[in-house]
């Protein structure tokens, strides 16, 4: 039966599995950094879109009407995330940090820029053709994390580039 919520939920997966796999890109990231300060941004946003993805978890839950954190806790852990927030290939991602072992970490810095830029990019596309008010008003506050994000991107790597 259709309930008019399809599409507010269908918006909360999509956006869980990229918050995933930009999770998992800033975990690797971190382990190759080798500048403190670099490691510690990438340790920081992979916590960040940990805390995105419980954001999303708890509103799917609370629109689908079912807490069962077993089941979701199981969606998780399961659940396939090929692509980041901006649609990038996680595995194009860590093939350019594996290619180039020595890869500077402003270049790094830099990547993550770009996939911030891009996951804000789809959200204000995604905001803009969703028909379901709610997910709309999802969509921008997703695109206002991503911001945040950008912000504190573009000053860990002036920092980097202070320090270097």
């Known amino acids: 039966m259709i309930t008019g919520k399809e599409e507010l939920l269908q918006s909360f997966i999509e956006a869980?599995?990229?918050?995933?796999?930009?999770r998992e890109f800033y975990n690797n990231a971190a382990e190759k950094a080798h500048d403190k300060e670099?490691?510690?941004a990438f340790s920081s946003l992979a916590e960040w879109e940990n805390k995105h993805m419980d954001y999303i978890q708890f509103l799917y839950q609370s629109v689908q009407?079912?807490?069962?954190m077993k089941s979701f806790a199981e969606f998780s852990r399961t659940v396939h995330a090929p692509?980041?927030?901006g649609g990038m290939p996680v595995k194009d991602l860590m093939?350019?940090?594996?290619?180039?072992?020595?890869?500077?970490?402003t270049?790094?810095?830099?990547?993550?820029?770009?996939?911030?830029?891009k996951a804000y990019n789809l959200y204000r596309?995604?905001?803009?053709?969703a028909e379901d008010r709610n997910a709309r008003i999802f969509m921008k506050e997703m695109m206002e994390q991503e911001l945040k994000h950008i912000d504190y991107l573009k000053a860990?790597?002036?920092?980097?580039?202070?320090?270097a």
Do not use: C, P, W, Y
């Open 65 to 68: 009407g079912e807490l069962d």
């Open 107 to 117: 270049a790094a810095i830099t990547l993550a820029l770009e996939i911030e830029g």
């Open 38 to 40: 670099a490691r510690n």
């Open 16 to 22: 869980f599995i990229m918050e995933k796999a930009t």
């Open 83 to 85: 692509l980041t927030e």
């Open 156 to 163: 860990v790597r002036l920092r980097i580039a202070e320090t």
């Open 95 to 105: 093939e350019r940090i594996e290619g180039q072992q020595a890869m500077k970490d």
């Open 125 to 129: 596309q995604l905001s803009e053709k």
